[in-house]
């Protein structure tokens, strides 16, 4: 099939490379004209695992290609991907949906053959309606342009995996026409068993929105224990590991830390809550407004922790920041909790020196007021504190009684709960943790191995 895929960001990237990797003939479109001229030469703009090969391989085949035009998507494409960015409004708690507007508006009166305009953007409920009366006016061809919405459930860090390998596919579509054309395009995914849930573009819609608040809520909930936990001197990441037993409950995303970030999730709770509100029925999802706020604090309890444990200020201490990005295995620092934190150490007159393995470059554009290195050792030389912020794997393999050596003082906020913290504790340092009793509860009592299972890493 002929396919654009508009909006080459972190999902339509990889949404264009994986289509023409199971065979379809793929338009990549984006108004970023540097980004174009990097995919066609099948360089990634940004890092995720797998996809510089599945571009690769697209481009050398000649089945991916890409363009700044919207009039050549229109002249190309049987189905047109919608993939541009929803962010919060300025101002507002909102989805900012000028940017679907203007595809739509760009690509409409180019619009000559029968198609289908698929949107994979989040967007609040009846967005595809709107779209829908929209192109009534502006599409020449009128009722032979249609409009689904196919929402994308990827995670960053994963993204090519979970592209390829989708756990479902929804499709929100007005008439048989939509559904065939959707299932034609995802025929190699419905041949491996995934399921294919059809249903209207309102329930569509919605399935994301609702999974993300799903998803941020039982984060919000385990960080909400941890606060507990650390008042009665209970340990979160037991407390987690027996609550995940519960098949009723389950594992994945009950790791409590310091909570999530990124470009989806924050955004997409409180979109959900101003929509909610839209339609009168605001109470039914008021809960998302605390699990938001659960989320802010523990950026700032862990500001807090920080700050107590160089002696209750943090003026002129040398902070060593172990990673910048919202998650491993990405470069993406959008509301990052741990460019946050770092931040606000450096407002209050800590000294910070910021690692990360992938997102330095991106961090620096948002916060170049902060120094950046390039390895855990230099970062955290002389350090008076040492704050791990993301948890990528190769900070889980440090070797403590090395690092220890060369810190001012051996001491480390865990806000990730994701290092051994006996083996630190046993290399000399000072490890404090979300959610977990410091000292260790008794002498004699075996410390919790870290939960390596599941991290919020899985978040899209
Ligand atoms: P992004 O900011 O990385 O990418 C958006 C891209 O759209 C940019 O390259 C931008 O230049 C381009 N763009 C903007 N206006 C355009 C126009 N008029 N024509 C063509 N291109 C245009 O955003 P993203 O992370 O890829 O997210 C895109 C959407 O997908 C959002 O709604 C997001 O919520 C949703 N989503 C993202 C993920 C994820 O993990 N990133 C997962 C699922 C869903």
Known sequence: MRLTVIGTGYLGAVHAACMADIGHEVLGVDIDAHRIAMLSEGRTPFYEPGLQETLTRGVDSGRLRFTTSLREAAEFGDVHFV??????????????????????????????????????????????????????????????????????FLREGHAVEDTLRPDRIVAGVSSSRADSVLREVYAPMLRDGVPFISTDPATAELVKVAANSFLATKISFINAMAEVCEAAGADVT?????????????????????GFGGGCLPKDIR?????????????????????????GRQRSRTVDIARSMVGGDLAGRRIAVLGATFKPNSDDVRD????????????????????????????RSVLPQLEYVHDVAKTCEDADLVLHLTEWSEFRRIDPAVLAASVSVPRILDARNALDATLWRSAGWTVRALGRPTPPALPNQQATAPVTAVYSSDLG
Request: net charge negative.
């Open 83 to 152: 993939c541009v960015g929803t962010p919060q409004k300025e101002g507002s708690q909102a989805a900012d949906l000028r940017y679907v507007d203007a595809v739509v508006e760009g690509l409409a009166p180019h619009l000559r053959r029968r198609c289908l305009i698929v949107g994979k953007s989040t967007v609040p409920a009846g967005t595809t309606a709107q779209l829908e009366v929209r192109l009534d006016t502006l599409a020449p061809m009128g009722a032979d342009v249609e409009v689904a919405w196919n929402p994308e």
């Open 238 to 258: 037991t407390l987690s590991e027996a609550l995940g037993h519960d098949t009723r409950i389950g594992r994945p995303f009950l790791s409590a830390g310091l």
């Open 271 to 295: 979109a959900f809550m101003a929509r909610a509100g839209e339609l009168g029925v605001g109470d039914s999802v008021a809960f998302l407004r605390q699990v938001d706020e659960i989320n």
């Open 336 to 363: 990052s909790p741990a460019l946050s934190v770092a931040a606000a150490v450096h407002r209050e007159g800590g000294i910070v020196r910021l690692y990360d393995p992938e997102g330095i470059e991106n961090a």
